[in-house]
């Protein structure tokens, strides 16, 4: 009996169990802690100081993850009451440190601390020994979708760690030969991702190997049989190829021979081949017990000795070896989905999505990947397509998805890439950085999904060298990626956001050069609300700041080429826009500035390539689209280009220039009732120079009184459609081409002028000889002229 204020000895040390189920265990002679309230709070909080393992974890971190809706105060108050009581139950000895608060291993163990001390320890077969599932297996606190994403987390590393191991074990014994042994680790594999085709093909060979031919047919057909019913598919090539050889194999054997049956474990066995005798030094590994369907049980209900929680329904981050590879023949590609903003807090979205934007930018440098614009991506995830469906459209081999938060100072990233062909994890990662380190980061994944791809990184790509490695401020990086959010280009409103953004961020390093690109692109953008040249001149100023400041920086070049083109310097412009795409081939943009080149330049053929290229990596790009329909329109492929624009007219709202396209397409082959039906479309959804073309499409239709009618109003003001440049539109439909060239004169002087002069629409106006004084004024002597 103990002596008044002496603690009871707290021995043996109880386990706390956070693999499959949680499981207290109080030690002899004690009380339960599940006996004392706030069972689900406490619960949350031994499992989260068991995973940190030595680290232990911070008190803000705790708060954050157990408590995220409460103020700081009340959480500080509710932390300190729940270690009091643990405490008091448990003896002062349970944890070890007080910020970061850790428990102490003489008192509390953790399956999870001695999964990861084995592996640490390169005792594989010990580790995955300790694993016993899912981590925290239907554990959740209904108060906070936060702990619910770090479990979510947790647990797909711990999965992935599982996995390695039991693949360095599977390797080392096909290395020694021990083909049993192997097989062993292989069909563990199997039970960790049972959708995995890297899993499911390694142990087809494992068992052929081991010469277990029938066995090998039979996973293979029972694979088959999973993937169809899970996932809607066919296995891949390189299984069917295998399970054919073996059928071949089969069909060799006497009719009497024994085939493979499956057991209710769904593990092979065959009645003339005997269990494997165990290899030497390799224990059987433990077999996973199959759970029925889970549900969630509120943590209140569970029993005092322990809770055993149905599993959770949650995404299962599968981890497959580098050897999945796409066939020789297939383009390795890849679409990096939007970053999921971890945090709910809608002030960070726009650093997601900047972060989104950075990380096709860093892999746009791995040689020979196709890496898809995020424009096309988000398209097709606002639609809710899965993973499958996004590859599919998109024509890519691979995925890269995952989330970031935002902690104080910290970012928290989970990153993965997949194989859209049978949904299995090629790579995953969990960064815990500070922000001052989201350079490495990219850097990291860059190197690691060019390592699974087998794939070489550029010269470029390599630490302190991504897109944005240009300022060694975290808190001007930070607003530099609020800057890059593809939704700012959006509107009106979200431009000026964005030179907000960039400013700031060049407020704290003045010599940040790509923050000067970003600010150029927003006052590019800006010139479609009105006072162009004066937008085009501050562009101008920034894009060469960019320059001077980092030469090697795709994104100034692109944006001082398209200035060059709204100068109408041409061989400038397109010198500039060239050596953007050799720094940086994934800028699509840049290909549709050179098809603006082109199309002034009157290369039709050169328009055509580059607006396909640029279609190619941004398919669902509206404006990709539209420059592809004109380009087509330009080499005289109307048929073509009203296919492409339907797609701009389905839109909500509709795309304007989709009725301009279509009237122009119209025009060129005679159709002018379908013109003046397109133009008139194009009209109602405000398309700038709609009401000039209408009025020439009437005049060309005969019903002059009415082009007459929209002329009168394009020369009152009543009516702007491009000012001067409308109304020589308007003349040339009604055939006076001295009113059209003087006016023509006036929209140059005024900068009014568009790329539509140079289509075969205007091809009159093209035969003229004085058109040759308008194209001296806009700097294309010496190009070829469009006849």
Known sequence: MNSPGEKAPVSPPFRLQTFGTLVLRAPEGGTPLADHGQQGQRLALLAVLAAGGEQGCSRDRLLLLVWPDASQQRA??????????????????????????????????SDVLDFRTRLGAGDFEAAVGHYQGPFLDGFYLGDSPEFEQWVTSERARLESECAAALERLA?????????????????????????????????????????????????????????????????????AALASEMRARAEAEPPNAPRPVASDSGIESHARIPTPPRAAGLPTPPVPVRRPPSRRVPVAIASVASVAILLLAATRLRQAPPETLAPATREVSIAVLPLTNLSGDPADAGLVDGMT?????????????????????????????????????????????????????????????VDPRDGSTRWSETYDREMGDVFEIQDDIARAVAREL???????????????????????????????????????AGRRRGIQYFQRAIAIDSTYAA????????????????RPREWFAQAEIAARKAVA???SLGQAHQALGWVHVVNKDWRSAEAELRYALTLDPQLSFTREGLAHVYLWTGKPDRQ????????????????????????????????????????????SPPSAVAGVIAGQCHLVSGSWEDAITEFRWADQHSAQVAPALLSYALARAGRRDEARAILADLLSGRTRSHGAFGVAIAYAGLGDLDQAFAWLGRAVDEGTLTRDLMLPVFAELHRDPRFEDVRRRLNLEGSPQNR
């Open 76 to 109: 500080r108050h509710s932390l300190e009451q729940l270690l009091y009581k643990m405490r008091k139950s448990m003896g002062e000895s349970l944890f070890a440190g007080v910020n970061p608060l850790r428990l102490d291993p003489a008192v509390i163990t």
């Open 171 to 239: 390797q080392a014994a096909e290395n020694r030969a021990e083909h049993d042994a192997a097989v062993r680790w292989r069909r563990e594999l199997c039970h960790l991702d049972p959708l995995s085709a890297r899993h499911a093909l390694n142990l087809m060979r494992a068992l052929d190997h081991s010469g277990d031919h029938p066995s090998a047919l039979g996973h293979a057909e029972r694979y088959a049989r999973l993937v169809q019913q899970e996932l809607g598919t066919n296995v891949g090539p390189e299984i």
């Open 357 to 417: 934007e950075e990380l096709i930018a860093v892999l746009g440098k791995s040689a020979n990947l196709r890496v898809v614009a995020s424009t096309s991506v988000r398209a097709l995830v606002d639609r809710r397509l899965d993973v499958r469906q996004i590859a599919d459209s998109l024509r890519v081999s691979h995925v890269l998805e995952g989330g970031l938060q935002k902690i104080g100072p910290r970012l928290r990233m989970q990153i993965r890439l």
């Open 454 to 492: 087998d794939l070489r990184l550029a010269g470029g790509v390599g630490p302190g060298s991504s897109a944005s490695r240009h300022t060694t401020s975290a808190a001007a990086y930070e607003w530099y990626l609020r800057g890059m959010e593809g939704a700012l280009m959006r509107n009106e």
């Open 515 to 530: 923050a000067y690109a970003g600010l150029a692109r927003m006052y590019i953008g800006m010139a479609a609300s009105g």
């Open 549 to 551: 400041l980092d030469g």
């Open 608 to 651: 055509l390539e580059e607006a396909r290229l640029a279609l190619e990596n941004d398919p669902y790009s509206h404006t990709a689209i539209r420059e592809y329909a004109r380009a087509l329109l330009a080499n005289g492929r109307c048929d073509e280009a009203l296919m492409q624009i339907r797609a701009l007219k389905e839109l």
